[in-house]
């Protein structure tokens, strides 16, 4: 499975930015999705999850409430809407697909990743 997240750019503290991730290579709807990021210095973060069937989701605490994340299977893509965005949002955003049922917070538990896009917030 290959990922294509795309939608970073520089915004200013209380836009809103929506990041996509194309999926191809394989069957998109047999994964669960996620969102994670990674700060220059840190260690990378979970953003969020969405399940295989996009029914149930998940959340870090720090976006929950502004962000949603959202998939269209007959697309094979996954969203993720950022709004009221803080300049601690600013890091590179990963998507990435985990071949489980459910919503999956783990790094570890991710089987394929996208190559990253940038998100800037200032201030």
């Known amino acids: 499975v290959q990922l294509q997240a795309s939608g970073g750019g520089l915004v200013q503290a209380g836009d809103s930015l929506r990041l996509s991730c194309a999926a191809s290579?394989?069957?998109?709807?047999?994964?669960?999705l996620g969102w994670f990021r990674q700060a220059p210095g840190k260690e990378r973060e979970f953003v969020g999850s969405i399940s295989r069937s996009g029914g149930s989701t998940d959340y870090a605490d720090s976006v929950k409430g502004r962000f949603t994340i959202s998939r269209d299977n007959a697309k094979n893509t996954v969203y993720l809407q950022m709004n009221s965005l803080k300049p601690e949002d600013t890091a590179v955003y990963y998507c990435?697909?985990?071949?489980?049922?459910?919503?999956?917070?783990?790094?570890?538990?991710?089987?394929?990743w996208g190559q990253g896009t940038q998100v800037t917030v200032s201030s």
């Open positions: 290579g394989g069957t998109f709807s047999r994964f669960a």
């Open positions: 990435a697909a985990s071949f489980t049922i459910l919503t999956v917070t783990l790094v570890r538990k991710y089987d394929y």
